[in-house]
């Protein structure tokens, strides 16, 4: 079944757009013009994904966030903005927001975003793991307490966040692009290459033989997979 999509937008041209967009790409996509219709909408019936503009008639998209959050809703929000300041970024994620996107954009990121973001928000739903054991290894990711032979093993901030995934989503092979996103969001500067040299410190650390390793395994040309 099809990702069902609720966009949120007052420009009749955008709607058009991006709904001819993402119908392209197999999505069912419906539409709300104004922010108390998009709320209605959201609270009512089950969408997958809501593309919620800022700037909307009746009520703004962080009111229309924060009403969805407040009642438990949910659903992804990907909130689309043309105002590119840092305080209306931050406003919107601490509100509940998924994701944001700046206009104008370019059809191919929004794309990549939705994808990504229905990819995260699907396999988030399984319950984290709190504690894990694989081999000789004991990993307390909520206090970040790491044990190899009961012998303490320091691990930096997003070697923990990599592992956490790895091991969350473990027996399915996770590509490069959707750990660049879940583990790094996207931050300037970070590649596949910095995803690869990661794992190799995660082998290095808790494999008994990095070079032939029992739990991380490499996919290749797609990424990686966790056999613990």
């Known amino acids: 079944m099809s990702a069902r999509i609720l966009l949120v937008e007052d420009e009749p041209g955008l709607v058009l757009t991006l ?15 104004d922010g108390p219709t998009g709320l209605a909408r959201a609270m009512n019936e089950d969408f997958d994904l809501v593309l919620l503009d800022v700037m909307l008639p009746g009520k703004n998209g962080f009111e229309v966030c924060r009403e ?7 659903v992804a929000i990907l909130m689309l903005t043309a105002k590119s300041q840092l305080t209306d970024r931050v406003v919107g994620l601490k509100l509940g927001a998924d994701d944001y996107l700046v206009k104008p954009f370019e059809p191919p ?5 939705v994808e990504a973001l229905l990819r995260r928000v699907k396999k988030d739903r399984r319950t984290r793991v709190v504690t894990y054991q694989f081999g000789n290894v004991d990993v307390d990711f909520e206090t970040g307490e790491v044990k190899k032979d009961t012998a303490p093993v320091s691990l930096a901030g997003k070697e ?35 995803i690869d040299v990661h794992v190799a410190w995660l082998r290095q650390k808790l494999e008994d033989n990095p070079q032939n390793p029992r739990f ?13």
């Open 19 to 33: 709904s001819d967009l993402l119908a392209a790409e197999g999505y069912t996509v419906e539409s709300a013009g």
């Open 68 to 74: 969805l959050r407040q009642h438990g809703k949910d």
């Open 109 to 113: 990121e929004l794309l990549a975003r």
């Open 160 to 194: 923990l966040e990599l592992l956490r995934y790895l091991v969350d989503h473990r027996g399915n092979v996770v590509s490069r692009d959707e750990l660049l996103e879940a583990v790094w969001e996207y931050q300037p500067g970070v590649s596949s290459r910095t």
């Open 216 to 228: 991380i395994h490499t996919v290749r040309g797609v990424g990686y997979r966790f056999a613990g």
